[in-house]
């Protein structure tokens, strides 16, 4: 398919994507005991590219929800709180949005970028 048929298109900063994978990945690992599956996928939801990462940890407290993200929070011994504060400045950035499904199960962030055929989602350098 020519890249002029594509539906859908969005343009990112690629070391920023990849700090964001990393830093969401090493929470999601941290999150969970061995054994446990990470999964990093896209999907296409609402004509709107979409990152998930997906772990199989405890879950996040519903009066932590709101504090993810925050400089400086952790909820982890050793941690700067950095990690997300980060990631949702990246995101910010790219005009996207990060929603948090959690459960006892697992934890999924959904990072929802606008599709740049609508609307830029980074300006370009």
Known sequence: MAASACPLRVILDEKEIRQLILNMARNGLGAMQPGGTLTIGARVIKNSPVLFIKDEGTGLDDNLLSQ????????KENGAGLGLAV????????KAKIEVD????????????????????????
């Open 87 to 94: 990631c949702y400045r990246i995101v910010a950035r790219h």
């Open 102 to 125: 959690t459960s006892p199960q697992g934890t999924t962030f959904w990072i929802r970028f606008p599709n740049s055929r609508e609307h830029y989602a980074f300006p370009v350098r």
């Open 68 to 75: 993810i993200g925050t400089p400086f929070f952790t909820t």
